[in-house]
C-alpha cells in the first residue's frame, strides 16, 4: 500500500449531487424572490430530466460559486457541452458569482438546521468505499482534501458512522488544493512516490504532476467525457471504485 491515500471528496466518497441541487434551486428562488420564496424539500419536484442534466454537467464546477450558474445552465436549457463553455458561462457570470456562493451556503446551512436528517440522506456514500472506510481501524495514512467544508464532511461521514479524524480534513478554496497537497505530505513526511491522490477533477490531478505522486481520476466521479480523453492522453490512470475500496482495506 501506498504510505499515503489522499482524496477528493465529493464525487470521490460522497455523492452529493442531489443535496447541491435541491440548495442551488432554492438559493436561486431566494436571490430571485426573497426570503420563504418558493423553497422546496423535496428533490422529486424537479423533474427528472433536469436533475439527469445537472449531474451531467457537474464535473465542470470549479467551487461552490459554480452551482447556481450550474443550475442556470439546467432551467433555461443553455447550451454548454464542455469545460469552455461552461467557463465562458462563469466569465459572464463572474460579478454575481460571490453572491451565489454565499446564498448556496446559506440554503445548505438552512438545510443542515432545520431539516438535518434530509441534509445528510441526500449525501449518500458511495459502494463498496462506504464500507472500506468503515471496516478500517484507524485511518492514519489517509488524509481528505476537499472545497467542502470540515463540519459538513464530518457531519456527513459521522452520519453514516465513520470516525474520521478531523484534522485529516483539509478543507480549501479550489485554487489552494495544490499547496494544501503539498504541506499534507510535508507535515506527514511521506514520500511522493509512495503518496495516491484520488481526484475526479483532471484539472487538480494534471496541477499535481509536479509534485511526483501518483494521480488517479476517480471514474464513478463527476467526470466528463472530455476529462476521461484528457486523462488518457496525459497518461493519467482511471480508478474504478472496487480498486479505491481494495487500497483503503490494503
Partial sequence: MAKLIVTDFDGVVCDSVLECLLAAHNAWEQLQGGTGSQRILDVSVIPSQRQSRFRELRPYLRGAEDFIPLFLAVERELEVSSQSDFDLLRR???????VYQQAFYAERDYLRRQHRELWLELNPLF????RALSSRASFEDVHIL???RRPDVEDILGFHGISFPSGQIHSVKSDGKMERLQAIMDSTGAEPARTLYVEDQIDYLMSAVPLGMEGLLAEWGYVSAEQRSTAVEQKIPLLSREEL???LLD
Fill in 92 to 98: 459572464r457570470l463572474r460579478d454575481q458569482l460571490p
Fill in 245 to 247: 475500496a481494495d487500497l
Fill in 127 to 130: 459502494t463498496p468505499i462506504d
Fill in 146 to 148: 476537499t472545497t467542502k
